[in-house]
């Protein structure tokens, strides 16, 4: 299988199964002398990881990260931790809690909604265990990968919320970052009253055996005007494409999306006049913080759709290997909304296609 790797400069490649005995990613192109601590990238892992309330899969992992290579300790005044040799920096997440044995009776069936059927039908094979590497337990990797990305560029901050699940909305006029973080907060919802909405609306969803999509909106600020490049390197397409990657989901928009289309030219137009610091400065920011594919210096703003989680109770209809008709009911431990966990996953392919974009700006036109 091809295809494992993402970035031009900063480029990740992934590796490792659901049900495998480890997982984890290779970053080749990071830069020397970024100075970082394990705790940075744990504490990311730790946003992701299963089992943190009722409302995620029950799946019991630590996720915890050993760095392999590619870092050296520091020393001297600065402190402890570590600091990036410019080499190929692999680290690694164990598997503790697999159980396979959950999925024996869908060995010879295609789950509908799942990648069963297309991955047996271009490899002649699939891992039915978890999915393999079509299991969103791939994306463990990719957020250690990002928190590394978030320390490339200087002054970057990324951050993400929910802003819906299911058909229930956020009110964006209580929106507090402060929120998204807290430790009773299951949901990364900016919006306090939306807390118990969603709990009782998830409740309902988890009783009746069925699951809900969700939609994340990832928000970095701190991007240097004229990362990004034209035509087919644009900032806004590397954003998207590492969206769309994520497994479930089925849409990206940048700004204002699809919205923009309701708009008129004036409305939409995001007007401009000089700043103090004799500098252009935006009176709107319809546009998410990208013009022509390259970054405006204002906040770049996406939003991404994660659908259903297809691993339900109810049984659906569907078919096996053999051709037989079949009513399929996938058991274990699955999220009821996969979509709450997704967003450090948004957060860190936002920040892996920012970091890529800032070095290759750098390396074309020699400025940061």
């Given at each position: ?8 400069l900063f480029r990740v490649t992934t590796w490792g199964e659901s049900h495998g005995p480890s997982l984890g990613c290779v970053i080749d192109g990071c830069p020397p ?107 463990a990797a990719r957020v250690a990968a990002g928190a590394l990305a978030r320390k490339v560029v200087p002054g970057l901050r990324v951050r993400g919320a929910i802003v ?205």
């Open positions: 299988m091809s295809y494992n790797s993402f970035g031009h002398g970024i100075d970082f601590t394990p705790a940075d990238i744990q504490h990311e892992l730790d946003r992701r990881k299963p089992g943190k309330s009722r409302f995620v899969t029950q799946r019991r992992e630590a996720d915890e990260v050993k760095i392999l290579s590619g870092v050296m300790e520091k020393s001297g005044p600065d402190g402890d931790g570590l600091v990036t040799t410019g080499t190929p920096i692999s680290m690694m997440i164990e598997n503790t809690d697999q159980r396979s044995k959950d999925y024996g009776q869908i060995a010879e069936q295609y789950r509908p909604g799942h990648a069963d059927y297309t991955y047996d039908v271009k490899y002649g094979l699939r891992d039915y265990r978890g999915g393999g590497r079509s299991s969103a337990r791939e994306t819906a699940i299911g058909e229930k909305n956020i009110d964006r006029g209580n929106w507090d970052w402060d929120l998204v973080e807290r430790e009773d907060n299951p949901f990364f919802t900016p919006d306090e009253a939306s807390i118990p909405v969603f709990e009782a609306y998830l409740d309902e969803i988890r009783k009746s055996h069925d699951s809900v999509g969700a939609i994340i909106e990832i928000v970095a600020d701190g991007v240097p005007a004229g990362l990004g490049a034209p035509i087919y390197a644009k900032l806004d397409t590397e954003i998207a494409a590492g969206l769309m990657s994520i497994n479930a989901v089925k849409g990206v928009e940048i700004g204002e999306g699809f919205d923009a289309a309701r708009l008129t030219g004036v409305e939409n137009a995001d007007e401009m006049r000089m700043g103090s610091d004799g500098r252009p400065t935006f009176l709107s920011n319809k546009a998410g913080g990208i013009l022509g594919g390259i970054a405006t210096g204002e906040p770049i703003v996406a939003r991404f759709a994660v659908k259903p989680t297809s691993s339900i109770l109810s049984p659906r209809r569907s078919v096996d290997r053999q051709g037989n008709e079949v009513e399929v009911v996938t058991k274990g431990r699955h999220d009821p909304c996969v979509g709450i966990r997704a967003v450090p996953i948004g957060e860190a392919m936002v920040a892996c296609a920012i970091a890529d974009a800032f070095l290759m700006h750098r390396g074309q036109t020699g400025r940061i």
